[in-house]
């Protein structure tokens, strides 16, 4: 179960088998169920999951019970609390399985025992955080800049696996806005 992983290290990194090896023997294999939360909000994030098939989310839910999505992965993706991860705190988000997945996850103590030993690791670490850094970057860039139907429309250009396998529901939370809305910029379309 773990060829996409190595599949991943080999097409991102410059690395030996060895190497990837060494690193993917700490990651654990887990199905998931729609609708299953690995981690909830108030609790610690223990565990960073790279996904092998399906999809998972990170979001939040206001104290009106109103949820927002911060970032969506599919196959070959990472997805954590990565703020509770990396510092071993409470999370203020909730990981959802959006589809029956199949995932790969490392606890945060091989993590921490990877990192300190393996080059890969510590490239893998730096990707990793680029990554999150750039999706960020991106959220909050098209929500200060773009309006609702500007955001479905770079959607729909460059990440189409968001409008194609999310729910009109889960869209709506992604882009910010209410169904109805969704609904109306779809009917334009």
Known sequence: MTESLEHFFTNKFTCTTDEISEVVKHFK?????????????GNVCRYLYFVIKGCVK?????ANGQETIRYVAFENQLISSIHSFINQTSSNEYITVVEPSKLLAISYTDFKLELSKSSLFKDFYIKMLEITYLNNHWRIETFLRLDAKQRYDYLLKNDKRLVQRLSNKNLSHFLGI??????RIKAKK
């Open 178 to 183: 209410t169904q109805e809305s969704l609904s």
């Open 58 to 62: 990170a979001n939040f839910i206001d």
């Open 29 to 41: 294999y887990v199905e998931a169920s729609k609708g299953e939360v690995l981690i909830e909000d």
